[in-house]
């Protein structure tokens, strides 16, 4: 099962930009789900998950949310600064046929210029 995000590009700071990860309906009862980042030489960190919870650096300018069927789960990012460059996976733990699994997106790379 692969979880497709877009939405990611070049920026200039202070501007916006959206992602979108469409999950699978096959994918079964979910869970959580979110949005982690990495950029080049660090780990891999949680940006922001439903239920809201939001990585401090983030707070106030980012805002998760998912569409009424929750098969798109979307990051709305406001303010973007050049420390917001990185590339952005969605993120789903779904519940299927007795067990629990995590699925991550492919990674769409947002670049932020000052």
């Known amino acids: 099962v692969q979880l497709q995000a877009s939405g990611g590009g070049s920026e200039q700071a202070g501007g916006s930009r959206r992602l979108s990860c469409v999950i699978p309906?096959?994918?079964?009862?979910?869970?959580?789900m979110g949005w982690y980042r990495q950029a080049p030489g660090n780990r891999r960190e949680l940006v922001a998950r439903?239920?809201?919870t939001y990585a401090d650096s983030v707070k106030g300018r980012f805002t998760i949310s998912a569409d009424g069927a929750k098969n798109t789960v979307l990051l709305q990012m406001d303010s973007l600064k050049p420390e917001d460059t990185a590339v952005y996976y969605c993120?789903?733990?779904?519940?299927?046929?007795?067990?629990?699994?995590?699925?991550w997106g492919q990674g769409t790379l947002v670049t932020v210029s000052s």
């Open positions: 309906g096959s994918i079964g009862s979910i869970t959580l």
């Open positions: 993120y789903v733990r779904a519940y299927s046929m007795g067990s629990s699994n995590d699925y």
């Open positions: 439903i239920t809201t």
